[in-house]
């Protein structure tokens, strides 16, 4: 059963870090694309960072370029997400995924970023 837990939320200081992970499961992770996604009560889920399947080819969503970091441990089977310099707008339940589960209901719980002072 394809399994997506992510954690290391929580509450910080604008201008704060944060190191997010997920434990994925239940598929070959070294052989799928990562990503990174966010979402605030009322509005649609949005992509913010994705991964290749080896790591070599990032990209991400132009608000948090130069301040977030995707990366990926194939042999632990974990994806993980720094977040530097952070901002209120960051704010959001963040989640991870891969491409080929996007569009079916294989969705962890989230893990809450809350970004204030």
């Given at each position: ?33 990562m990503s ?21 080819s990032t ?58 002072s």
């Amino acid at each position: 059963q394809v399994r997506f837990a992510e954690s290391g939320g929580g509450l910080v200081q604008p201008g704060g870090s944060l190191r997010l992970s997920c434990a994925a499961s239940g598929f070959t992770f070294r052989n799928s694309g990562m990503s990174w996604y966010r979402q605030v009560p009322g509005k649609e889920r949005e992509w913010v960072a994705g991964i290749l399947s080896g790591g070599q080819s990032t990209s991400y969503k132009d608000s948090v370029k130069g301040r977030f970091t995707i990366s990926r441990d194939n042999a632990k089977n974990t994806l993980y997400l720094q977040m530097n310099n952070l901002k209120p707008e960051d704010t959001a339940v963040y989640y991870c995924n891969a491409p080929q589960y996007v569009r079916s209901a294989y969705w962890g719980q989230g893990t809450q970023v809350t970004v204030s002072s």
